[in-house]
Nanobody, 115 residues
C-alpha cells in the first residue's frame, strides 16, 4: 500500500527551527509533485510549499525566506526545513504526494510555536 509518514513536529519557541520529514513507501516521490500543507484550528488547509519531479519549488508568501522544501531521492523522503518560526505557524502539517494521477496524504504532524 502507498503510505506517507510525516515526522519532526514538536513544540518550539518563537524564532526556533524544525525539520519535518515525509517518507514515502509504495510510491516514488521523485516521479511527481510533493507538497506540504498545514491546517490550524478554525482555519482552512493551506498550501505551504511544493517540489516537482524536476526539483522546482514554490512557497506560500507567508513562509518565503523562512522555509525550505527539499527531497532526498535515495531516501524517498521530502523535507521541510522551518526557520524563524512564529506562533502563527502553529498547525498540523501534512505531506501530500501526487504521482501517476493519484493523490495521497500523510497522517499529519503537529507543530506548535509558543513560549
Amino acid at each position: 500500500q502507498v503510505q506517507l509518514v510525516e515526522s519532526g513536529g514538536d513544540l518550539v519557541q518563537p524564532g526556533g527551527s524544525l525539520r519535518l520529514s515525509c517518507v514515502g513507501s509504495g510510491i516514488i516521490l521523485s516521479m511527481g509533485v510533493t507538497n506540504w500543507y498545514r491546517q490550524a484550528p478554525v482555519k482552512q488547509r493551506e498550501l505551504v510549499a511544493g517540489i516537482t519531479s524536476g526539483g522546482g519549488t514554490n512557497y506560500a508568501d507567508s513562509v518565503k525566506g523562512r522555509f525550505t522544501i527539499s527531497r532526498d531521492n535515495a531516501k524517498n523522503t521530502v523535507y521541510l526545513k522551518m526557520n524563524s518560526l512564529r506562533p502563527e505557524d502553529t498547525a498540523v502539517y501534512y505531506c501530500n504526494a501526487n504521482v501517476v494521477m493519484m493523490t495521497y496524504w500523510g497522517q499529519g504532524t503537529q507543530v506548535t510555536v509558543s513560549s
